[in-house]
Structures are given as C-alpha cells and as structure tokens.
C-alpha cells in the first residue's frame, strides 16, 4: 500500500519560490505503474491540477501554470519534487502530492497548506 | 484544455434520499471522468472511475453513469456520511487531468 507525504515550508514569501516535496513509502516511485502528480486546493475552493511525472522524468503541466512549475523525480531518495516560481497570494493552498487512478488504487498525500505572504 | 461544469453548486438532500449530481464536459472524454469525494481536512477520495466503475470497497448506494460530456454520479439512499463535497475529474489525456468545480451535498 502506497504512502505520500509531503514536506516543505508552510510559508512562503511574495515572487519566491515554493518548494515541496513528496515522500512515497510502501513502493518504487520508479515502478511503470504509476504517475505522480501534484494538485492544490485554495482555501474554500476546489481542486486544480498542477503537473504530472513519470519516473523516467517525463512532465506534463497545467497550461495554466506551466511558465512556473517545474515538477522533478529522484528514485534514489523516492521522492518528488514540485517547484513553483514567481509566487503571489493567489498560490496560497493545501497542496497535495498524489498518485492518482493508477493501476493498484488512488494515492493521495494528506495534504499540506503553503501560505504566500510577507 | 477541458472544462468541466457540476451542478448544482449545493444540492440539500433529507437521510435516506436519493441524490443526483451531474457533470458537463466542455468536450468528449468518452468513459475518462472519476468521481471523488471530500470531506473536511481530508484528501479527495475515489468513488468511481470509468464513468462506472466503483472504486474498491466503495458502497453500491453509490453509482455512475454516462460518456461523451454527460455524466451523473447517484446515490441512493443517503446515509450521514455521505454529506461532503463532490468533484468529477476527466482524464481523458492522461496524465492531464481537470476537475469540475464541486457540488456541496448537504443535509437538508
């Protein structure tokens, strides 16, 4: 049974960059079977699709964002990575880390709330 | 890029009833829409998948039906822990994805 959880600075000022990080437990981040995504939910609002990978480093983003997201794998630590430039109030959100609709299930991290401002 | 359209934004239902929400896509997805459920300070969790397909260990009160840009997520007899927010989320190029607004299923 897969685990995600996400780390990373709960704050985070105007035009710097947020950074994030997703641990996953209980399997390979490099198995073919999965995608790994991020999505983000503002406060009160509903879900927005960031980005996904593949572990073999490929990525698609959310036209929407993609000048300033970059989303990168490291299998030797399990991880993945979001990085999201350029930051205004509008990015603050809980962002989940997640393995969605793949082959063994829908993995989700529990979330966690990242807070633009000065 | 797809948008996704749910309605009604809230929708008040009594214990024991039958609720129906609905899901427009702006385009076909063919069978590509899940269904999610979220409850507070909790992450989304799957119900259906294919426009159909329950996912493991969901209840059969819960049900999904359509393709193309028509979809209906039904429940048929509403228990308490079933008042949550509601989301589809098409899939049709995966590994892109895009998410309708949300219906609020509250008790009424």
């Known amino acids: 049974q897969l685990q995600l959880q996400e780390s990373g600075p709960g704050l985070v000022k105007p035009s710097e960059t947020l950074s994030l990080t997703c641990t996953v437990s209980?399997?390979?981040?490099?198995?073919?079977?999965?995608?790994w995504g991020w999505i983000r939910q503002p406060p009160g609002k509903g879900l927005e699709w960031i980005g996904s990978i593949y572990y073999s480093g490929s990525t698609y983003y959310n036209p929407s964002l993609k000048s300033r997201v970059t989303i990168s794998v490291d299998t030797s630590k399990n991880q993945f990575s979001l990085k999201l430039s350029s930051v205004t109030a509008a990015d603050t959100a809980v962002y989940y880390c997640?393995?969605?609709?793949?082959?063994?299930?829908?993995?989700w991290g529990q979330g966690t709330l990242v807070t633009v401002s000065s | 890029e797809i948008v996704m359209t749910q309605s009604p934004a809230t929708l008040s239902v009594s214990p024991g009833e039958r609720a129906t929400l609905s899901c427009r896509a702006s385009?076909?997805?063919?069978?590509?829409l899940a269904w999610y459920q979220q409850k507070p300070g909790q992450a989304p969790r799957l119900l259906i998948y294919g426009a159909s397909t329950r996912a493991t260990g969901i209840p059969a009160r819960f049900s999904g039906s359509g393709s193309g840009t028509e979809f209906t997520l039904t429940i048929s007899s509403l228990q308490s822990e079933d008042f949550a927010v509601y989301y589809c989320?098409?899939?049709?190029?995966?590994?892109?994805?895009?998410f309708g607004q949300g219906t609020k299923l509250e008790i009424k």
């Open positions: 989320q098409q899939y049709n190029n995966w590994p892109q994805y895009t």
């Open positions: 997640a393995s969605p609709l793949s082959d063994y299930g829908d993995y």
């Open positions: 385009q076909s997805v063919s069978s590509n």
């Open positions: 209980g399997g390979s981040i490099s198995s073919s079977s999965y995608y």
